[in-house]
């Protein structure tokens, strides 16, 4: 669990709440949550593999197509 504490008495909630929102983000604890947030059917380790790999293909292509100006 994640836990920030005030720094100084001086210390405002919302320095406070954005500390605590950063270490949230790094943690990586949001992504976890949202990936288990709907039942996924299990997929063989070939399969995630080449869906991991069609992906980074779109986002190199559209990546590609931003930077010449075409998107």
């Not at 909630?13 to 039942?39: C, D, H, I, P, W």
């Not at 059917?41 to 100006?69: H, T």
């Amino acid at each position: 669990m994640i836990q920030v504490t005030r720094k100084d008495s001086k210390e405002s909630t919302e320095n406070m709440l954005r500390r605590f929102n950063r270490k949230v983000q790094q943690s990586g604890m949001v992504a976890v949550v949202k990936s288990k947030q709907y039942f996924e059917k299990s997929l063989s380790k070939r399969d995630r593999r080449l869906k991991a790999i069609v992906r980074q293909e779109r986002r190199a292509i559209k990546l590609k197509k931003i930077k010449l100006g075409q998107h």
